[in-house]
């Protein structure tokens, strides 16, 4: 299929079932025990910078083990797999001195997860697998003062985070990706650089992608890090007409559900989330197995909440084998049509019928 069948292929699936996302790509890797010496390969032998821990040049190191976790999560069930790119950005990768690297990793990682959805697909061509470019909140924040002696400093501005988004965006759009997902949004301004950027791309002659966007509720308050409500982040990125909406991580889904819940209500598009596996315990780990992870998701499914499902830190490819296998013949959310409004947002969102 070319990229516009894929696309087609991809709305039709979602009318039809609910979709599997992937799982935790760092649980996985962490488990692998690579060393230092898998991360900077040939390639990087003489690097100046230790590598270990920056999983996405492993798309240029050791592709066969990006590769073998594409492999893990469609043989579990996933439908559509992220690309290896969460920190795949000038901004992130400028902590292991490997901003020039930015292009090469993405255009390479979004070809290694098209090779395995392509391979996977002719597997089993009555269900299509599918690539999401993920692109990552940076280690920086647009809303946010790093001084709390001067509110309005920042250490990075729009365009520059606008630029790095473009480059990442431009790159996983050439290696063949089906979808963009911005993903883990804790300052909407980032997302809203990184809706621009994508935006952006056809006037370079690019074809447009579909787009989804997944933010991310930082505790109990219900608000994201730079403080908006769920519906004031979904009212701050519908101009955007995304695919699907979203959150995913800091939260398990005992936790996350009635956040899902308010989504599901207000947008009139998919509803997409993707929990951890629970909360993390004195260690850092996460204790909640697959079987608990997909009870919860089960009944979001029944309840009518959701339209993709998948998992985030502390899930493995056995969490997304028993979250497929729970979900299997419900239906997916059905899209509530809303009153035509005036909807503006700040940290609350604002209605004017």
């Known amino acids: 299929m070319n990229r516009d069948d894929r696309i087609a292929a991809l709305k039709a699936a979602a009318r039809e079932r609910i979709l599997i996302l992937d799982g935790s790509w760092g649980v996985y890797l962490q488990r692998r025990g690579l060393e230092e010496a898998d991360f900077r390969g040939e390639r990087f032998a003489a690097h100046a910078h230790p590598l270990k821990g920056d999983f996405d040049v492993l798309c240029l190191t050791r592709p066969e083990v990006v590769t073998e976790v594409h492999d893990a999560y469609f043989e579990a069930g996933a439908d559509i797999a992220q690309t290896n790119t969460f920190n795949a950005n000038a901004i992130s990768q400028a902590d292991y001195g490997l901003e020039g690297e930015v292009r090469a990793i993405n255009l390479a990682a979004a070809q290694l997860g098209r090779a395995a959805a392509d391979r996977w697909t002719q597997k089993t061509p009555q269900k299509p697998r599918f690539v999401a470019g993920s692109l990552g909140p940076t280690n920086r924040t647009l809303s946010i003062s790093p001084d709390v002696n001067d509110p309005g400093a920042r250490t990075v501005t729009f365009d520059e985070v606008y630029s790095i988004y473009a480059e990442q965006a431009r790159a996983l759009h050439e290696g063949g990706v089906d979808i963009f997902l911005i993903e883990t949004v804790f300052d909407t301004l980032n997302a809203k650089a990184a809706i621009k950027a994508i935006l952006d791309l056809e006037a370079e002659g690019l074809a447009p992608l579909p787009i989804w966007i997944s933010g991310t509720i930082t505790d109990r308050s219900g608000r994201t890090l730079s403080g908006q409500t769920v519906e004031a982040f979904w009212n701050s990125v519908r101009h955007a007409r995304p695919f699907a909406v979203g959150l995913n991580c800091a939260l398990g889904a005992e936790l996350m559900r009635p956040h899902i819940a308010e989504l599901a209500r207000i947008a009139d598009t998919l509803v997409a989330a993707y929990p951890n ?38 899930t493995t490819p056995d969490h997304i084998r028993h979250v497929a296998e729970s979900v299997e013949g419900v239906a997916p959310r059905e899209l509530p049509e809303r009153p035509k409004a005036l909807r503006l947002s700040g940290l609350e969102a604002f209605e004017l019928a």
């Open 277 to 314: 596996a629970g909360l993390p315990n004195a260690f850092g780990e996460y204790d909640e197995g697959p079987e608990e992870t997909a009870c919860h998701l089960e009944e979001w499914a029944r309840s009518g909440l959701v339209n993709i499902l998948g998992g985030c830190c502390g």
